[in-house]
């Protein structure tokens, strides 16, 4: 099961991508394996030395009862030192932001493609529309040939 951020492409230009782990309770990861979780307008922050995702919504666990969890609480990720201070220096001398991508499954472990994002306007938004439109006339049109 793999979970996309699809708005994020849309929104942000997307400079690097590293992947990290999730810091998971039991119902946490029963309803992410079930694909009950959204990452739309969840973003990341490096606080104390440590990485935080914020605004991830996963849904609560049917069978969980009383041991449920909260939907939208603050998740730890698992990075190295060296990569915690890599990007803590990308987000505050350039003012990027990191930006959850994709939350999917590894040897039995759920892991989170972040991105490290610069934002975009409108106007590279259209752009972005438009070069796409033009991709798919030509590509219909070779194909009608």
Sequence with gaps: MEIYNRKAKHDYF????????????GTEIKSVREGSCNIKDSYAIIKNGECFVLNMFIAPYKQGNIFNHEETRTRKLLLHKKEIKKLEEKVK?????????????????????????????????????????????????????
């Excluded at 409108?122 to 006339?137: A, F, G, H, V």
């Design 14 to 25: 997307i400079d690097e991508q590293i992947e990290c782990g999730i810091v998971l309770t």
């Design 93 to 145: 001398l350039k003012g990027l932001t990191l930006v959850p991508l994709k939350i999917y499954f590894t040897k039995g472990r759920a892991k989170m493609l972040l991105g490290v994002c610069r934002g975009r306007k409108s106007y590279d938004k259209r752009n972005l529309i438009k070069e796409r439109d033009i991709q798919r006339e030509v590509a219909k049109k070779m194909k009608n040939y």
